[in-house]
């Protein structure tokens, strides 16, 4: 077998959380979200009895004051590898100082959503869907997110989401079909205040699609209980975006979560964020997308990391992302294909980048395959 092979197969295996920083700690509780929120990792002595850092790490740590908070679940801090400074999954919720470097690109608000917000808290910036902030809170904190200038409410800015002018501009304005909650993280909120958002939306006739964009099934898994699951499958159609950029987050814990979900007849799609030294490797992706299927979640969107203050050293350059596409198309299956998108910075939307296999457009169409071979089609005249 080739090396890349070994590489593959080592990424696709399934393995449940590592607990032994938690020896004491029963099933039960471990099993508990309860338990898991309470025992995030929050502090730098928190963190520092569970691991040796890095002086960036450490000197990272201390600026998460005023920043972007640090907390990480049992869960997810079970699948670091405290002996690789490059893991992966360390990367995405252990802060760094690059955080504080400068860059004059940089923006507190990449996607211009502030102003697109006809009512705090709800961004309408596409013809017929709207942006629904529920929460300022995550049950972990990603280092490069995109909203952090409110998200984990140490910052300047605040959400204050105006429910009840939120809910009547969604009923005066029946050009929205589809309601998207996001935040921070709406699975978060309790069954009975989710129960009431997703009621108060049903009730308004022309919102055809909700869906909910979360990281809990992925950083506290032990939250998709089966009364979260009895309750959401009363809101059909209902959708769920979750978030996962390495293939080692897809653990046995998380295959359950997913699965109730699944089960509970919502149709699961993943979006993930092109991180450097996280996932930006065709050989990470293709055991990502995999992955993701076998656990019944559609690929959906693969980002170029957004221009959110504090995320340079994440950032790729953009023939990356289009590479990874290039690496899947026609070599995978196609359901394992997320689109490639820039959300074009100052607030122009999701935009697809794909790789070229147009090669001339008129009356023969010539086509390049995934094997790089060239084909004609000859194109009908109107
Ligand atoms: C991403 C996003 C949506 C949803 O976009 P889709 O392409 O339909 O997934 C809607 N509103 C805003 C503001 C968004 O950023």
Same mark, same amino acid.
């Given at each position: 077998m080739s090396e890349t092979t070994t590489y593959y197969d080592s990424l696709i295996k399934w393995h449940p959380a590592d607990r032994s920083d938690w020896p004491? @700690?029963?099933?039960?509780?471990?099993?508990?979200? +309860?338990?898991?929120f309470r025992n995030r990792i929050n502090s730098l002595a928190d963190l520092e009895s569970k691991m040796t850092l890095?002086?960036?790490?450490?000197?990272?740590?201390?600026?998460?004051?005023?920043? =972007?908070?640090?907390? #990480?679940?049992?869960?997810?801090?079970?699948?670091?590898?405290?002996?690789?400074?490059? &893991? *992966? #999954?360390?990367?995405?919720?252990?802060?760094?100082?690059?955080?504080?470097?400068d860059d004059p690109l940089e923006m507190s608000d990449p996607c211009g959503e502030d102003s697109h917000m006809p009512v705090p808290g709800l961004v309408?910036?596409? *013809?017929?869907?709207?942006?629904?902030?529920?929460?300022?809170? &995550?049950?972990? /904190?990603?280092?490069? &997110?995109?909203?952090?200038?409110?998200?984990?409410?140490?910052s300047d800015q605040k959400l204050e989401t105006q429910w009840e002018q939120a809910f009547s501009y969604l009923e005066k304005h029946t050009e929205v079909r589809d309601v998207l909650l996001s935040g921070g993280d709406p699975l978060l909120l309790s069954d009975n205040k989710l129960d009431k958002i997703l009621?108060?939306?049903?009730?308004?006739?022309? #919102?055809?699609? @909700?869906? %909910?964009?979360?990281? %809990?099934? %992925?950083?506290?898994?032990?939250?998709?209980?089966?009364?979260?699951?009895?309750? !959401?499958?009363?809101?059909?159609?209902?959708? #769920?975006?979750?978030?996962?950029?390495?293939?080692?987050? !897809?653990?046995e814990e998380v295959r359950t979560g997913l699965s109730k979900l699944a089960d509970a007849g919502i149709p699961l799609g993943n979006q993930s964020v092109l991180l450097k030294g996280v996932n930006?490797?065709?050989?990470?992706?293709? +055991?990502?997308?995999?992955? =993701? !299927?076998? +656990?019944?979640?559609r690929p /959906?969107? !693969?980002?170029? &990391?957004d221009l959110i203050k504090g995320s340079q050293h994440f950032r790729t350059p953009v023939e990356k992302g289009l590479d990874i596409i290039k690496s899947l198309r026609g070599f995978t299956t196609g359901y394992a294909i997320p689109q490639f998108v820039i959300d074009a910075p100052g607030g122009g939307g999701k935009t697809p980048l794909n790789p070229e296999y147009l090669r001339r457009l008129d009356e023969t169409v010539e086509i390049q395959n995934y094997e790089g071979k060239v084909y004609q089609y000859p194109n009908p005249v109107e």
């Open positions: 004491e @700690v029963s099933d039960e509780q471990w099993n508990s979200y +309860a338990w898991q890095t002086s960036d790490e450490h000197a990272g740590v201390l600026m998460t004051g005023n920043k =972007l908070a640090m907390g #990480i679940s049992p869960q997810f801090f079970s699948i670091i590898d405290k002996d690789d400074p490059n &893991c *992966p #999954i360390r990367k995405q919720v252990v802060p760094r100082i690059q955080e504080s470097w309408h910036r596409y *013809p017929d869907r709207v942006l629904f902030l529920t929460t300022d809170r &995550c049950a972990s /904190y990603c280092r490069y &997110c995109t909203r952090s200038r409110v998200v984990s409410g140490v009621t108060r939306l049903r009730a308004i006739p022309h #919102i055809q699609f @909700v869906r %909910i964009g979360s990281r %809990i099934p %992925i950083f506290l898994p032990q939250r998709v209980t089966p009364e979260l699951c009895e309750m !959401l499958k009363k809101h059909h159609p209902l959708f #769920i975006s979750v978030h996962v950029n390495h293939p080692k987050e !897809l653990t930006d490797d065709p050989e990470v992706q293709k +055991a990502l997308v995999h992955k =993701l !299927l076998m +656990a019944r979640v /959906y969107y !693969l980002y170029q &990391c």
